[in-house]
């Protein structure tokens, strides 16, 4: 299994970019978005889980940031509006058989990307 992230840059405040994590080798029940600052614990953007086919987000994020998925493709896409400089760090795929109650947490996920930088200016 491979997870391949890509799309990350320098964007201004207010700006966007799109993310894309290509997964081959096989399906899961859940694909996840995790980023990490410098000096802080990975923390949770979003994920679709499978289960039940719908998309969960952070509070952080929501209303701004929009994940999908090509089921034909085995990708997943990040696509990141109006975005801030606490936003500002590496951004990882994540694929995994997480249960509902576990979505959001970065335990539940098997296999990761290789992360992505994403820096936000002021």
């Known amino acids: 299994v491979q997870l391949q992230a890509s799309g990350g840059g320098l964007v201004q405040t207010g700006g966007s970019l799109r993310l894309t994590c290509a997964a081959s080798?096989?399906?899961?029940?859940?694909y996840g978005w995790f980023r990490q600052a410098p000096g802080k614990e990975r923390e949770f953007v979003g994920a679709?889980?499978?289960?039940?086919?719908?998309?969960y987000y952070a509070d952080s994020v929501k209303s701004r940031f929009t994940i999908s998925r090509d089921n034909r493709k085995n990708t997943l896409f990040l696509q990141m509006n109006n975005l801030k400089p606490e936003g500002t760090a590496v951004y990882y795929c994540a694929a995994g058989n997480p249960i509902l109650s576990s979505v959001s947490s970065d335990s539940a996920y098997i296999y990761w990307g290789q992360g992505t930088q994403v820096t936000v200016s002021s």
């Open positions: 080798g096989r399906t899961f029940r859940g």
């Open positions: 679709f889980f499978g289960g039940n086919n719908r998309i």
